[in-house]
């Protein structure tokens, strides 16, 4: 991953419980299909491309902005997206909330589940490393000198 880009993970809602799990049982899919319109939707926005894996289903360029579903076999194993902070637009921004709205599903970060709303995702990135280098590179990479 690109310093430029922030990562979290789409996890659906039914994960969420209480009880303490493991990242891997919450990030898990498993048999859960996802709303075939979503995927429409989001393919264009991020065009579908060849992954590195063939595990992998691919919407976007793995060096910019992008969504990944990852597959064991043919069981969803977890889905990841990556942001460009460098070139992020609003309609993306709004494209990849869409997608996480209807498949009923959050947003997870740093062990943390956050509501799929625009305001929560310009937070998220504002707050990241990547939003930081973006600011001013030297600045970042000085503070970590």
């Not at 009880?19 to 898990?28: F, N, S, T, V, W």
């Not at 319109?37 to 894996?53: D, E, G, I, T, V």
């Not at 309609?91 to 990849?96: R, T």
């Not at 209807?102 to 709303?117: D, E």
Request: aromatic content about 10%; hydrophobic content about 40%.
């Amino acid at each position: 991953m690109a310093v430029w880009q922030i990562q979290f993970f789409i996890v659906k809602g039914s994960n969420l419980t209480t009880e303490k799990r493991k990242p891997e049982d919450i990030l898990i899919w498993g048999d859960t299909p996802l709303d075939g319109n979503s995927l429409l939707k989001l393919s264009k926005l991020l065009h579908r491309k060849k992954s590195w894996s063939d595990e992998i289903v691919l919407y976007g360029n793995e060096e910019e902005s992008c969504l990944e579903l990852f597959y064991e076999e043919t069981v969803l194993s977890e889905i990841s997206c990556r942001i460009d902070v460098r070139n992020v637009t609003i309609k993306i921004l709004k494209g990849i909330i869409d997608f996480i709205v209807i498949n009923n599903a959050k947003i997870f970060i740093n062990n943390v589940y956050y509501p799929p709303t625009l305001e929560n995702l310009v937070l998220i990135i504002k707050n990241s490393d990547a939003y930081k280098f973006c600011e001013d590179p030297s600045k970042f990479l000085d503070q970590r000198a």
